[in-house]
């Protein structure tokens, strides 16, 4: 299963409302992770199956989809939110495939 | 508390062999697939290799196919990653998951002349 995530690279302002999208190759039901990566430090849970909200994740974070399209939403981006963002299919039969990444800016 | 920790990592010649371990300690390890997962330096996240709770099925990358070779240990609560004819395009952190709610810290592995 390939998973494609856009865009690449997305400039936002404070306070903006973020979307990033991710697609599978095929149908992975609802087992969709999302990942926050910081520069020199171990991937950050954000959101598994889809929209399950990781245990002390800001609420500013959502996800959403099935299928084949998700998409991570942040509803007011903040300076801390800068980082690059990974989604990931976790469905246990299969290979836990990721997207190439998405690396969040602020303008 | 529940953890993966994993150790093995370092420095290694093109075409020499590395045994990567993780050390899984407060879940009962026996019922869970594992995976490896790596990043290059500068690069994103790419999964390497996953086994099942019974290593009844096993993948790879097409990228380390051939070359790596995934294993458990239930008894010693232990997941492996054997990997041969390491190329320099194999520098990573590695990192050993159970699943999106739990990774190891990582390690790094050199493939350098």
């Known amino acids: 299963i390939q998973m494609t995530q856009s865009p690449s690279t997305l400039s936002a302002s404070v306070g903006d409302r973020v979307t990033v999208t991710c697609r599978a190759s095929?149908?992975?039901?609802?087992?969709l992770a999302w990942y926050q990566q910081k520069p020199g430090k171990a991937p950050k849970l954000l959101i598994y199956?889809?929209?399950r909200l990781e245990s002390g994740v800001p609420s500013r974070f959502s996800g959403s989809g099935s299928g084949t399209e998700f998409t991570l939403t942040v509803s007011s981006l903040q300076p801390d939110d800068v980082a690059t963002y990974y989604c990931q299919q976790h469905n246990s039969y299969s290979p836990y495939t990721f997207g190439q990444g998405t690396k969040l800016e602020i303008k | 508390e529940v953890q993966l920790v994993e150790s093995g990592g370092g420095l290694v010649k093109p075409g020499g062999s590395l045994r990567l371990s993780c050390a899984a300690s407060?879940?009962?390890?026996?019922?869970?697939?594992l995976n490896w997962v790596r990043q290059a330096p500068g690069k994103g996240l790419e999964w390497v290799s996953s086994i099942s709770s019974t290593s009844t099925y096993i993948y790879y990358a097409d990228s380390v196919k051939g070359r790596f070779t995934i294993s458990r240990d239930d008894a010693k609560n232990s997941l492996y990653l054997q990997m041969n004819n390491l190329r320099a395009e194999d520098t990573a952190v590695y990192y050993c998951t159970r699943d999106p709610k739990l990774w190891g810290q990582g390690t790094l592995v050199t493939v350098s002349s």
């Open positions: 095929q149908s992975i039901s609802r087992w």
């Open positions: 199956e889809t929209s």
């Open positions: 407060g879940f009962t390890f026996s019922t869970y697939n």
